[in-house]
């Protein structure tokens, strides 16, 4: 997607309309003005068939979740500074996602059902995302990571399989580092391991992103609007959101090739961020190579949000994997 849309904006769009209705103008962030600036026709016409799409989806999870009964928990779990949304359901090994950065746990609507079947499920809401509290102090992969050890530890799971998307990646890499014995097996989607995977036109769509007037960034501060309990946090939210994405992932692959767990890279030839090298693939060549054992597998034609275009590719590469490490 090009000029300054975010590879998420249709997907949160979507999820707005749905929620909000024809209330959604009075509920927007201040400042906006309905103007697109210069997203073109073709890209607009993209968001709406995405956010249908994601709204579709959102829709047969929550008649799935329905179905669950007792067996669908949510609740939050409370650490030394933040209070931690998540949803649970299924049985058998624990399964944690991870979202990417400025979602919250319904992004994984079209994975939750497919794995439920073999695995107990639990996606979480990350520190300041979604309906998990800010906290004090800098935002970093290492420190979510605490906060997910936190999480694993209060809910007793044990040593999760974890799968991590974008920035959920980057936690979970972090994770895999500093508390190996948590996790049994990590898949990561979309996931750099340093900035220096960040070509410069990378780099230029994601200041594009982060900028506050940004229709882009509208949308997402108006999806945060409608969930968090800290509505007046959301300017300092972006504000260690810039810092942390401008600054980081900072991984080594030395670090990496101290990993332990199995692990699954879903490479995208598409992807918004981390294709746009001469070779597509090439960050999640290196990010496989460094991780000793590790797997890659490619989605053709995916994008940064593939696990929410192509749930079914997808969902059978992960469960594959999980088959092969339990």
């Known amino acids: 997607m090009a000029g300054s849309v975010s590879p998420y904006?249709?997907?949160i769009t979507g999820a707005i309309i749905d929620r909000c209705g024809p209330g959604l103008q009075t509920r927007l962030p201040a400042g906006y003005t309905g103007v697109m600036g210069s997203q073109t026709v073709a890209e607009l016409a993209e968001s709406a068939r995405m956010g249908v799409a994601l709204a579709r989806a959102c829709a047969k999870y929550g008649l799935w979740m329905?179905?669950?009964?007792?067996?669908?928990?949510?609740g939050h779990v409370e650490t030394d500074d933040i209070s931690i949304y998540y949803r649970c359901c299924?049985?058998?090994e624990p399964v944690l996602l991870l979202h990417g950065g400025f979602m919250c746990a319904e992004t994984w609507a079209r994975q939750i059902p497919a794995l439920a079947r073999d695995y107990r499920v639990i996606?979480?809401?990350a520190r300041g995302h979604g309906r998990t509290t800010l906290g004090e102090g800098p935002l970093t992969y290492r420190r979510?990571?605490?906060d997910a050890a936190e999480f694993i530890r209060c809910l007793g799971l044990g040593r999760v399989h974890l799968i991590g998307s974008s920035d959920g990646g980057c936690t979970g890499l972090a994770l895999a580092l500093e508390r190996p014995e948590l996790v049994r097996s990590l898949t990561l989607l979309g996931t750099p391991y340093s900035t220096d995977n960040y070509t410069d036109g990378a780099k230029k769509k994601i200041e594009r992103l982060l900028r506050p007037s940004s229709i882009s960034m509208l949308a997402l501060r108006a999806l945060r609007r409608l969930l968090t309990p800290e509505p007046e946090r959301g300017r300092e939210f972006l504000g260690v959101m810039t810092r942390m994405w401008t600054g980081l992932p900072d991984f080594t692959r030395e670090e990496l090739g101290r990993i332990e767990a199995p692990v699954l890279v879903i490479g995208c030839d598409r992807d918004e961020f981390l294709s746009?090298?001469?070779d597509p693939l090439q960050v999640f060549t290196e990010t496989a190579k460094a991780i000793p054992g590790a797997r890659m597998e490619v989605v053709e034609k995916g994008t940064h949000r593939v696990h929410i275009e192509r749930p079914g590719a997808?969902?059978?590469l992960i469960l594959d994997f999980l088959r092969e490490v339990r």
């Open 9 to 11: 904006t249709p997907c």
């Open 66 to 74: 329905l179905r669950q009964g007792r067996e669908n928990l949510k």
């Open 90 to 92: 299924g049985r058998g």
């Open 123 to 125: 996606a979480t809401d």
């Open 144 to 146: 979510m990571a605490g």
């Open 276 to 278: 746009l090298t001469p």
């Open 314 to 316: 997808v969902n059978r």
